[in-house]
């Protein structure tokens, strides 16, 4: 009676959904400690790690988890994760830049370029399509929050180079800094 287990079925849809939020977990505890580790790792005064740590929380992952990846930053980590940037062209020429946060570059240069030609694209050299892209900031507020008024007075007293009215947000666009 091969296959008929009732602890069997459970036991593989638990490992299938163990193995995507292991998966999950080791991206974001990843992008907490590069967080901490370019910036303050205090949460309140590191915009990037906020972010990290709220998506982390969002995705139920244990608060030990969560203060395990902000002091891995602190200490010796032998693993050393620099973010990477690459180029190409897909279809009809459309410029794509891919942006990876990596421990070993050789590996994701191998990914990546896999991928761009199981798909019909090709990978360029460095410059070769991020001179068509502009890169900037993006500030969404819900309109809930303020009025339109005080947020395009405060967005244009402050340099913001674009404000938008898209949906339910308010959307302020800014230059890099």
Known sequence: MAGHSHWAGIKHK???ADKQRSKLF???SREITVAAKLGISDINMNPRLR???QAAKEANMPKDNIDRAIKKSQG???SNYESVVYEGFGPLGTGIIVEVLTDNKNRSISNIRGIFEKNGCSLGSEG???HQFDICGLIKINKKNCKED???ELSTNSGADDFKVEGDFYEIFSKKK
């Open 14 to 16: 638990k490992g299938k």
């Open 26 to 28: 080791s991206k974001l």
């Open 51 to 53: 972010s990290a740590v």
């Open 76 to 78: 010796g980590d032998e």
């Open 128 to 130: 070769s399509v991020s």
């Open 150 to 152: 005080e947020i395009f």
